[in-house]
């Protein structure tokens, strides 16, 4: 029980960034910018793309979380090197998000969801350099912390129209 709560808070806000895609509305464009329906395309195409290169990585973190709990010698650096792919990852993706140009009048919304994915992202970062460091409870504490804000990335992505949420986290489940 405590590996699957380790590899869902470990992967709670990168797949909430891989499952941002889906959604629909009008789709032509407007001088002010992309729909929201280009606009949850193109956030599709990325979420795809970096769904697909976290996705070898669960198996990985479970068994590094695993050898973690049990106390394996070196199990903080192995786990140290996964969740640092994870951070790079995350952290691409996010950046392709940022990129995006967005809808006229949906910034706010936008930020709801790409705020606190931006706070995850960070922590893994420091999750992975707490493991570097052998600091593997606190990188734990540090990890676990951070399913609320996934709530709220994934809470305010559906709320936008980006569905693809409700399936990653079930299939962690």
Do not use: N, W
Request: aromatic share 2%.
């Amino acid at each position: 029980m405590r590996v699957k709560l380790l590899v869902i808070a470990t992967l709670s806000g990168t797949l909430a960034l891989a499952a941002c895609g889906g959604g629909g509305g009008s789709a032509s464009s407007t001088s002010s910018g992309p729909t929201k329906a280009q606009y949850v395309a193109r956030t599709a195409t990325i979420c795809k793309a970096t769904e697909a290169r976290l996705t070898p990585l669960v198996h990985r973190v479970a068994a590094a979380a695993t050898q973690l709990l049990s106390g394996v010698a070196g199990a903080a650096a192995k786990a140290a090197g996964i969740v640092a792919q994870l951070h790079t990852i995350a952290a691409s993706g996010l950046a392709q998000l940022r990129a995006l140009t967005q809808p006229a009048g949906d910034h706010a919304r936008i930020a709801k969801f790409l705020t606190p994915l931006s706070t995850i992202v960070d922590s893994i970062a420091t999750a992975a350099s707490g493991l570097k460091q052998g600091q593997g409870a606190q990188a734990l504490a540090q990890l676990q912390a951070d399913q609320s804000l996934a709530a709220q990335v994934t809470s305010a992505a559906k709320s936008y129209g980006l569905s693809q949420c409700e399936t990653i986290f079930s299939a962690l489940g």
